[in-house]
Each structure stands twice: as structure tokens, then as C-alpha cells.
């Protein structure tokens, strides 16, 4: 049984498949506490579901593509079995996991989509860098930025564990807190550090444009 808070079907509004549309299933509860959480409501509400009446529930929407995320998804134990199961059944399956739990154990099948937590967040110290040596080709990891400090925060991080050689990298500005254009301007200064730049992708939160950013379920 796993405690769902919402189920819907939407534009994927981040990641390299930002722009496509897709089914999302956000599992609830989460671990951890970020300054710039937008989906608190995520934290304990919910409704059960066993992994059946989540395929039951998806089958409604014409579409191939599907987000497990939260909440922190890999709070439910059970998330590995939905997740195995929606391979299982054909579907392309994203991960949007925050980097504190475990990966190992997901299907390999799944394309993980991890966000490291920078400084601003407040959970920095929570990160789980075994992860990294979990992660595979086709996967991507996220860093939402706040301010300059968490961008060379992301930057040494990058350039320390060789992420862009690897693995998608995603940079986001923190909504209504970072404009996009000062983000854009980092990335595409001379001084980026360690010479990063043409290495990373940056990404605003699409779904955040085209709808009111308060509304649930797009």
C-alpha cells in the first residue's frame, strides 16, 4: 500500500523532457525540509493505494511518460515496487528524488532525476553522495539555485566529482526568488568556474509559466 497525495496528468515542466506532456503520481511525505519547498502539501496528506488501483488510476490518461515523485518518493518502500511495475508495463518512468535517500536498489529502468540540495535550501548537510556511484548514463541531476553562493557551491561540486562528463546537469533558479536572467548570466559568464560552461542545461519550472504557480495538479 502506498500513501498517494495526487495523481494527474500535465506538461512535464522541468528536466530534459520539459515540454512533453506527462502523467504524474506524487507519493507523500518527505524527509526533508527546504527553505524553497513548493509542495509542503505533499508532507502528510494522501489517500492509500496499492500499486493495482495505481495502474488502474493511469490507464485513464493517454500517455506513456510518467514522473514518481513527492514529497520525497523513496520515503515509501513500496515506490520500488510502483516504479518496477511501471516499467514492467511499458511506460518511460522518471524519478524525482532529493539525493538524502538511497538509489541502489531502483530499477535501472527508471531514468533518476536527482536534486542535489544546495546551501540555501538548508538541507545540504542531508545529501547522499554514494549516490553518485548509483547513478548511470541518462540520468540527471538538478540543483535549485538561490543565489551566487549555491551557484559555486554547484559548480565545485560539479567540477570535484566530474558530474557533467557523466550525467545531464540541470541548473533552476529558486521561483520568485532568483530571476532567471541572473542565473543565465552566470552560466554564460567568462568566469564560470572550472570552466563549466556549454556543460550544464539550465531550466526554469515550465509548468510555473503557464499556470498560476499556487495550483495543484499541473
Known sequence: MLKVNEIFYS??????FAGLPCIFIRLTYCN??????????AFFRGKDYTVESILTEIKK???????????????QNESLELMKALCDGGYTVLLETGGSLPIKDVDKRVRIIMDLKTPSSG???????????????????????GDEPDFLWATNVLHKNK??????????????????????????SDNLPFSLAGKIRMQIQMHKYIWDPEMRGV
Not at 526533508?32 to 502539501?41: G, Q, V
Not at 490518461?61 to 520515503?75: A, D, H, R, S
Request: charged share 25%; aromatic share 12%; net charge negative.
Open 32 to 41: 526533508l525540509r527546504c527553505s524553497y519547498c513548493d509542495t509542503e502539501y
Open 163 to 188: 558530474l557533467a562528463d557523466k550525467f545531464t546537469v540541470l541548473f533552476s533558479p529558486v521561483y520568485g526568488k532568483l530571476e532567471p536572467v541572473k542565473l543565465a548570466e552566470w552560466i554564460l
Open 123 to 145: 538541507m545540504a548537510k542531508k545529501n547522499d553522495y554514494a549516490n553518485f556511484e548509483h547513478l548511470k548514463e541518462g540520468d540527471e541531476i538538478k540543483f535549485v539555485i
Open 11 to 16: 506538461i512535464q515542466g522541468e528536466s530534459s
Open 61 to 75: 490518461y493517454n500517455c506513456n511518460l510518467i514522473e514518481v515523485t513527492g514529497g520525497e518518493p523513496l520515503v
